[in-house]
C-alpha cells in the first residue's frame, strides 16, 4: 500500500523509507520508480541554470492543488507544449495559443496557470537581462543551499521565512501561483534547501 501513497500528508511524520535496493530513501517518494528517480537525480541538488530554474517554479505552479508525481508524468507533454520552457518564446503565446493548450490534453489544463506561465516569462526576461535569475533567485539564500537534516518528515516545514519573502518579491515582480508553500517546495526541487532526511542515502554524497 505504501506504494500508492501519493498525498505528501501520508508522509508527515515518517522515518526515511527502506527500498529493495538496500538504500533508505525520503519516504514522500514511496516505490514509484519516476518519483524515485526524480528524488536521487534531482530533488535537492542546486540548480543554478534560469532557463531550468524558470521551468521548475512553472511546474511547480501548475502542482498547487495537485501531487507532484502528476506533474512528472505529465513533465514531457509541458515540455513540448511550452516549447521548452523558453521564456522568450512563451512571452509570446497569445490568446489563440491559450486556446491550445487548453486543448492540449498532454498538460495540467487550467487556463489560469497557463497565463501565469505567459506572465511569468515576462517577468523571468526582465530579471535575467538585469541581473540573472539564477542570480537572482540565489541571492536569497547567500548563494549556498540551506542544509536541514530532519530525522522524519514531521521536521520538513512547508514554508520559511525566505520563501516568504521570495514569494511576495517574485509576485511583486510579475510572477504568478508563487505563494510562499510553491515558493518553499521549489526552494527544496532545486536545492535552495537541503530538506533530505539525515538517513536517506543522499546525503551521504
Keep these: 500500500m505504501a506504494a500508492k501513497r501519493e ?29 524515485v528517480a526524480y528524488h536521487d537525480e534531482e530533488w535537492g541538488r542546486p540548480e543554478r541554470c534560469s532557463r531550468a530554474l524558470y521551468e521548475k517554479l512553472i511546474l511547480d505552479g501548475f502542482q498547487a492543488g495537485l501531487s507532484w508525481i502528476s506533474i512528472l ?61 539564477s542570480n537572482y533567485l540565489w541571492d536569497f539564500v547567500d548563494g549556498v543551499p540551506i542544509v536541514n537534516r530532519p530525522r522524519t ?11 516568504r519573502r521570495l514569494a511576495k518579491d517574485l509576485k511583486a515582480r510579475g510572477f504568478a501561483f508563487c505563494g510562499p508553500t510553491i515558493v518553499y517546495a521549489f526552494m527544496q526541487a532545486v536545492g535552495m534547501v537541503d530538506d533530505h532526511l539525515a538517513e536517506c542515502h543522499r546525503c551521504a554524497e
Excluded at 511524520?13 to 514511496?30: K, S
Excluded at 518528515?153 to 520563501?163: K, L, M, W
Aim: charged share 25%.
Design 153 to 163: 518528515t514531521a521536521g520538513v516545514p512547508t514554508e520559511s521565512e525566505i520563501s
Design 73 to 133: 508524468r505529465r513533465r514531457e507533454g509541458f515540455r513540448a507544449a511550452f516549447e521548452g520552457f523558453d521564456p522568450h518564446s512563451i512571452v509570446r503565446f497569445d490568446a489563440a495559443r491559450v486556446e491550445t493548450l487548453m486543448q492540449n490534453q498532454a498538460i495540467i489544463r487550467n487556463r489560469a496557470k497557463i497565463t501565469g506561465a505567459v506572465a511569468s516569462a515576462r517577468a523571468w526576461i526582465e530579471i535575467e537581462e538585469r541581473v540573472g535569475f
Design 7 to 35: 498525498n505528501p500528508l501520508a508522509w508527515r511524520d515518517a522515518p526515511a523509507l527502506a527500498h529493495p535496493d538496500g538504500l533508505l530513501r525520503c519516504p514522500w517518494a514511496g516505490y514509484d520508480s519516476l518519483y
